[in-house]
């Protein structure tokens, strides 16, 4: 008879409880201010991002990092950008939602002729015949980076390179880190 309220007890865990733990660990995203962020870029993501911006010089193609770790803080008042705050919509994730917030991202822009930072994705500053946007997001790729121009869905983030090293968004948000060279 015990037994019998046990496997019920059991029962119940599985149908009721457990589902709805699965479904809060999953789908409901921890609160930006319990998160454990680092303080910095990740080790191989700086060592990546040095041999890129030096391959990207011998290249003929200087490159500039205009954004790398960015604090909660920092990514929300990027988020109000076009939304509370003038300016244009430059992304769609809140604090804790971007991989810049875990060290894991970096932003480029190409340098012209007159050291100024261009976004322009046709420029051939090197007059190769190639566009030096490609050329550098070929060299990113190559050194381990996914870009954001191949982000699915309408957002491209074409100035943006990334190292996720398997790990989900959701992973890194419930304290999975990745690992250390």
């Known amino acids: 008879m015990f037994a019998k309220y046990?496997?019920?007890?059991i029962g119940l865990f599985l149908i009721i409880v457990l589902p709805g733990w699965l479904i809060y660990y999953y789908f409901v995203p921890p609160d930006p201010d319990e998160l454990e962020l680092p303080d910095g870029l990740h080790p191989l993501v700086v060592e990546k991002r040095d041999i890129l911006i030096g391959r990207a010089g011998e290249a003929g193609?200087?490159?500039l990092?205009?954004?790398g770790y960015r604090t909660i803080e920092d990514q929300n008042q990027l988020y109000e950008r076009g939304r509370s705050q003038p300016g244009k919509i430059v992304t769609y994730a809140r604090g804790g939602e971007s991989l810049h917030n875990f060290g894991l991202a970096i932003d480029f822009a190409l340098l012209n002729k007159k050291g100024n930072a261009i976004?322009?994705?046709q420029y051939d500053g090197n007059r190769n015949g190639k566009r030096d946007w490609a050329e550098v997001v070929t060299m990113a790729k190559q050194e381990g980076f996914q870009w954001?121009?191949?982000f699915k869905g309408?957002?491209?983030d074409y100035?943006?390179?990334?190292m996720g090293f398997g790990l989900s968004l959701r992973e890194l948000q419930r304290g999975e880190k990745p690992p250390l060279p």
Request: aromatic share 8%; no cysteine; charged share 25%.
């Open 119 to 121: 976004w322009d994705m």
């Open 148 to 150: 954001g121009g191949d």
């Open 65 to 67: 990092i205009t954004d």
């Open 6 to 9: 046990i496997r019920i007890l």
């Open 154 to 156: 309408s957002f491209k």
């Open 61 to 63: 193609i200087p490159i």
């Open 159 to 162: 100035p943006h390179l990334e």
